[in-house]
Structures are given as C-alpha cells and as structure tokens.
C-alpha cells in the first residue's frame, strides 16, 4: 500500500472471533449415509460423510475436505500439492483447524507444538481444507449442473477461516440454485512470505504467494471434483470480502488465476492495495530470520510452527505499518495490481461484482466510550497517521472543507458519536487506494469499464446493525464494538457479509432479514447468470451508477449515482500524485 497502511492487521486481530473447529478424519465406518449423515461418493477421491444443516432444511454440508498436502517441512513455503485420494470414506461432519494465526488479542498461543490451541480455536499448519454446502435436491436428480461459489475469506492475509462462513444459507437464500465452496488457505507469514531465498527454490521462480496459489488450488479442485455434488466446473463464481475480496481483485491480474479457473467475480470491500513490493518482502524476511534466531532458509523450514509464527508475531507488533499480503514477485504477480487494471493487464473476460459498506473504517476509531468526545484534533492525528505522509496540513484543510456537513450527506441520526468522528469514519474510508470505501470502488469500477470487462456492477450497503447477530459465525462481532445496538447509524467493515448469505437465522425478523433474503438471492444471482437482476444497472463512467442497500424505513434497495465526486476526485489526485513520487 505504497508503504503504508490503515492499521487492517491490528484492527482485524482485535475484533476478530473464532468458532470451534475440530480436525475432520477418516472414519472407520464404511456405511453409505444414513438420515443423519448425507454420503458422496467422489470419483478418484473416496467417500465424503456430511451433515444437515441445522438452520436449513434440506440443505447438506461437508466440513474439513482435505484439498492439499500438508504444507510441512519442505512444503512450508512451497506450492500446495493435490492431497489425493482418502483410503476410506471421510468424516466431513466438522470443520478441520484453522490456519496458524494470531488469536482474538493479537497473540499467538505459547506453544511447542506444530498443532496450536487457543480458547475454542484448534490451529496447525495442516489445515488445507475445504466446506461444501448443496442442496439435497440437487443430490437426488444431477440431471444438470449447479453453477458453484467459491468463497475466499478475509482477514488482512493473517487471520480467517473458511468455516466461520453459513455457506449453508446462500444455498438457501439461492433456491437451491448454487453450490457453496469456503475453504482455508495459508495465512501471515506461512502464506506470504517472499525473498530470493525463497524464489531460488521454487521451480517457475515465484515467492510470497502460497496462500494465493492455495487458493487457485482450490479452484482445481472444483474444477475436477465438484460435479460429484451436482456442481458445473464451467460455472464457477470467486468472492469474497476484505482480504478475501483483494484476493479476487489480485486473481484478476494474475496470469497463473487467468486460464478458465472462474466465470465471474465479486469484490466485497476488498478494492485497496493490498500487494507487497518485493523489495519489501525482503526485508520481512530478513527481520523474521532474525527473530526466529534463524540464519538462512534451512533453519526457519526446521523450525516448528510456533517458533515461526512467534517471530511473526513479533514483526508485526515491532512494525504497525507493516504487514503480509500477495508478494509483486515478477512471476505470480508482475506489477501493481491497479496499474495493471489500468493498462487492461487483468481477466476481462468476467463480469464483476464490487462494493463496500457505508463507513468501512468506522471500527477503527476507537472504543464506544470514546466516540461522543472524538476531537478535531484526533481528526487530524486519525488522518495524518492513517494516511502515511501524504496529507500536508493544506490537505487537511481541504480534506474538512470536503468532509464539512455543507459539502457531504451524513446519517440524520448519528448515536452518540461527534461529528469528527464521522468525518473521519466517512474521510478514512474514501480515501482511495488506501481505504476500503466508495472512492476505491469508483476508482476500480472505472479501470474495469475502461477495460472491456463484459459487465460491472457497484453497490454501497447501508444497513447499520439495529441487533443484528453475526451468530459466531462471521468472525466479527459487532455488538461487541458497540455497533449491532438500537440506534446504531454507522455500518462498518463486514456489515454485509451476513446478509450478502442471505442468513435470514442471523439478523432481527422484520425488514433486516427481508434485505437479508434480497441480497442472498442477488449475490447468487449473480452466480448463476453474471447479474445481480433487474433493477440493478451496470455501472457507467458517466453517471457513476451503483446500488444502495438498505432496509425500506431507511430508502430501502434504490439506484443511486454521481456520489461524492469531489471527494473521490480528490483523493485520486492524491493517490496518483503518490504513485508518480515513489516511482
């Protein structure tokens, strides 16, 4: 992020929540399925025992497929090989580990072991697994495939699990018209590490994105396995939200994600600059040698996971502007992303879906005591810190000029939150390339247009969480920032991903669950025919044209255009003023 950041990496390890996950086996039973227990029988593979899902009938899943070999050893920083067939038919009633990753404080569990414990979250690096949710139907007649989404989780490239997802209820929400894929792929530093150490052993050069071929992988694998669950390999949709959302965007430039590993795309507040320039990477690693005690390549492949994930932890909390994500190592990905959406370097053969949440940034201004007397002067401290050294002090009078109540349409009911606050929450998440907001979305949008992709579509989801649940599911949990309470007008990072499931069981019954079901129904929508349906025009240059959801006491599901021009023209006059110095 033009060697800055928003502060994603301690904002996400802060927040984050995580559900039991128990390691999926081989079963010694050899039974076929049973009321309880749904079996599919994989070609080349073996034998999957799922389960019902206990919010929607007849819909089935299957936790913890094992889709890789265990990254281990000389597979630690190396691309993930095919696990192969199971020998016996598979327990997929749970979820498999978690990938290793901070825990719910930011810190890795103490541990000797390569197999981590930390509250009701199980860790190891033998977590290259997947989750399939189908509807039974679909299991009774496979007269025709099902189109797929394969969902990529976020978490700043450090935390996450493809677990924490109800793909369950997009099936649902869809009719029964999809099949759901989440999965795990490796994260931190054991999914983006990058040097020339590392490039030397790898056979086409590549290094730092082990996480992102995991994910490609995992794409293989649909492609060869799905249509034993009713799946059409040839219809296959990526998404995701945050880092999982920045991951779609980096597929869309990568050469190696290019060839038919998907149909279309949806970025879910994911259209910041998440990549790493090399020169970077390398100095990551240096420092990581050193805190792991380590002094080449063959010492950190010996070490344990803890020793490892230690030093991480100590990078990271010695180094808040730093961070791990896909690696710019000329082979995996060759530039920047957005210059290469610029150039139309990038897959322009998709249709693509893209959006974000009103005040994406909102969780990072601090704690709700502290919001009611958020000051002019931790406005300028937020987006002078925030924003690196861009922003001189006539920026930053520009910025309040823009961001006044004059210039810019803020909630009517604000909770208890001052208007700096706002004015923050609302500058930090426009600001392009670095935030996670509209102007970003503008940005990529125009780039896609300019482009030739076939279709593209925008939105800006509204809901502020009036109780809503996010049931220990979704990792976030907003009532615990004080945000999913009555009154709440803000509507931060993840708002939406509870209700872009369409998981109706998780919101207030009334007329959040109806946006729940609507939303459910135009993301799969949009997986079945590359359109989120009608009344939803694609996005034009001219116009800026998106999409505002909201519940219908608040405006409800309307077209909106032209927003924030002069706040976005800003912003990008900043980003690319940034870029021309650093080049």
């Not at 990477?281 to 240096?286: D, E, F, H, M, S």
Request: glycine share 12%; charged share 15%.
């Amino acid at each position: 992020m033009m060697g800055c950041t928003f502060a994603y990496t301690l904002l996400l390890l802060l927040y984050l929540q995580f559900p039991c996950a128990d390691s999926a086996r081989l079963s010694t039973s050899t039974g076929v399925g049973d009321d309880a227990h749904p079996t599919v029988h994989i070609p080349g593979l073996g034998a999957v025992r799922g389960v019902y899902s206990d919010h929607y009938p007849g819909v089935q899943r299957y936790f913890g497929i094992p889709f890789a070999k265990p990254p281990v050893g000389a597979l630690r920083w190396a691309a993930p090989q095919p696990y192969g067939p199971f020998g016996g038919l598979y327990d997929a009633t749970s979820p498999g580990p978690a990938c290793i990753q901070p825990g719910a404080h930011g810190h890795f569990p103490p541990s000797s072991l390569d197999r981590l414990e930390l509250g009701n979250l199980t860790m190891a690096e033998d977590c290259l697994t997947l989750n399939i949710a189908v509807s039974q139907s679909s299991q009774t007649d496979q007269t025709g495939g099902l189109p797929v989404m394969v969902w990529i989780h976020g978490g700043a490239y450090l935390v996450g699990s493809g677990a924490n997802y109800r793909n369950d209820a997009l099936v649902n929400a869809s009719g029964g018209r999809v099949v759901v894929v989440t999965f795990n792929y490796r994260l931190g530093v054991f999914g983006f590490l990058g040097s020339a150490e590392l490039a030397a052993q790898a056979a086409d050069g590549s290094t730092g994105n082990y996480g992102m071929a995991d994910q490609r992988l995992v794409l293989q694998w649909v492609h060869q396995h799905i249509g034993a669950f009713g799946g059409d390999p040839l219809s296959i949709t990526i998404f995701g939200e945050s880092a999982g959302g920045n991951s779609v965007l980096t597929h869309l430039v990568q050469p190696k994600s290019l060839p038919s590993l998907y149909s279309r795309a949806i970025i879910q507040s994911g259209t910041y600059a998440g990549d790493i320039r090399m020169a970077d990477a390398q100095q990551t690693y240096q420092t990581i040698l050193r805190n792991a005690s380590c002094g080449d390549l063959a010492c950190l492949l010996d070490a344990n996971a803890s020793a490892i994930a230690a030093a991480a932890s100590a990078f990271l909390f010695s180094n808040p502007g730093k961070r791990f994500g896909p690696v710019r190592d000329g082979v995996v990905l060759r530039g920047d992303p957005y210059e290469l959406l610029r150039d139309g370097i990038y897959n322009r053969e998709v249709p693509v879906m893209l959006g974000h949440n009103r005040e994406e940034m909102a969780f990072s201004l601090g704690w709700p005591s502290y919001w009611a007397s958020f000051s002019e002067t931790q406005f300028d401290s937020y987006l002078s810190s925030q924003i690196c050294g861009s922003l001189n002090e006539s920026s930053i009078r520009r910025v309040k000029q823009l961001y006044s109540e004059q210039n810019f349409s803020y909630p009517t009911k604000r909770g208890n939150q001052s208007f700096w606050w706002w004015a923050a929450a609302a500058s930090l998440s426009d600001a392009s390339g670095w935030g996670l907001g509209h102007c970003s979305v503008r940005r990529v949008a125009r780039m896609l247009v300019a482009g030739g992709t076939p279709a593209v579509y925008a939105y800006e989801f509204r809901h502020a969480a009036q109780g809503d649940a996010t049931d220990g599911t979704y990792g976030w949990s907003l009532a615990d920032r004080g945000f999913s309470v009555p009154g709440n007008t803000a509507c931060p990072h993840a708002s939406e991903i509870v209700f872009a499931f369409g998981a109706v069981h998780a919101v207030v019954p009334g007329e959040a669950a109806e946006l729940a079901t609507r939303m459910g129904e135009m993301w799969s929508n949009f997986g079945v025919v590359g359109s989120p349906g009608a009344g939803w025009p694609g996005y034009a240059h001219s116009n800026d044209s998106f999409l505002m959801l909201d519940v219908g006491s608040n405006g409800g599901v309307k077209v909106g255009q032209g927003l924030e021009v002069p706040q976005c023209g800003f912003f990008d006059e900043l980003l690319e003023g940034e870029r021309l110095s650093r080049a």
